[in-house]
C-alpha cells in the first residue's frame, strides 16, 4: 500500500565514526523493502544505500538498451529523482527492483522514441564494450589461451552489432532476459506486458537476432 511521506529526519551519526559505519552495516543488512521503510521513516542514509544497490546495474541495463553510456548516467539519475519523489507511493507488497527497473525502462523507451524523430540519431551505432557484470552471457575467462579470446571478443562484437538491429520492443525483452537475466514475471512488470506477450516478443526477438547474427559469423 502507498505510504504517507517521511515526517521527519533520524539524526544520523556523524561520518567516519564507529557508530556511522555500524549503521552503514545495518543498512546493508537488510532487504530492499526493509531499506525503504527506514527511508520512509526517516533515514537519510537510507535511500542512498537503494542508490548504491541499483546504479550500476540500472546503468548497465539502460545502456545497453540506448547504447550511450552518457546519456544512460543521466537517465539512472532521472530515475532515482523519481523513486525518490514517488517513494511514499511505491506498494512494498511487490519487489522494488521491479519498480526501479520499470522507471528505467520507461525512460530508456522514451529517449529511443524522441532519437526516432531525428533521422540522424535513429541510425547512430550503439557504443561497445558492455560490462560483463550482472548479465549471464560472460565473455572473458583467464583460462582460456589468447586465441580463444579474440574469438569470443569477435563474437561480442558481432551480437553486439546484432541486437541494436532488433526493433525496440523486441531489444528491451532481449536484453533484460538475455543480458539482465530477468525471469519472465518480472519483464512483465517491468514492460508492463502480459506474460504471454513477453514470452511472445522474446521468441521473435531470438529467431530475429539469429537470422540476423547467423550470416555474420559464417
Known amino acids: 500500500m502507498a505510504r504517507a511521506r517521511k515526517k521527519e529526519i533520524v539524526e544520523l551519526p556523524r561520518p567516519g565514526t564507529g557508530e556511522a559505519r555500524e549503521h552503514r552495516q545495518k543498512l546493508r543488512d537488510l532487504n530492499d523493502s526493509q531499506v525503504v521503510e527506514a527511508s520512509l521513516n526517516g533515514d537519510a542514509r537510507a535511500f542512498g544505500d537503494l542508490v548504491r544497490r541499483y546504479d550500476q546495474r540500472l546503468l548497465n541495463f539502460v ?30 507488497s511487490k519487489k522494488f527492483s521491479t519498480w526501479v527497473y520499470t522507471i528505467a525502462s520507461n525512460l530508456a523507451k522514451n529517449e529511443l522514441r524522441n532519437r526516432s524523430r531525428n533521422p540522424l540519431v535513429l541510425f547512430q551505432t550503439i557504443i561497445k564494450n ?63 506486458c502480459k506474460l504471454g506477450t513477453v514470452k511472445s516478443r522474446l521468441n521473435r526477438a531470438r529467431n530475429n537476432f539469429a537470422q540476423i547474427i547467423a550470416p555474420m559469423i559464417d
Open 63 to 92: 545502456y545497453r538498451t540506448i547504447g550511450d553510456r552518457e546519456r544512460g548516467q543521466d537517465l539512472v539519475q532521472e530515475t532515482f529523482v523519481r523513486v525518490y519523489r514517488h517513494l511514499h507511493r511505491f506498494d512494498q
Open 130 to 192: 558492455w560490462d560483463a557484470d550482472h548479465r549471464p552471457l560472460e565473455w572473458e575467462d583467464t583460462q582460456y589461451k589468447p586465441d580463444d579470446l579474440y574469438r569470443k571478443r569477435h563474437l561480442r562484437a558481432k551480437v553486439e552489432e546484432a541486437v541494436k538491429q532488433l526493433p525496440e520492443h523486441h531489444r528491451i525483452v532481449f536484453v533484460l532476459r538475455e543480458m539482465e537475466g530477468k525471469t519472465y514475471d518480472e519483464i512483465a512488470d517491468i514492460t508492463g
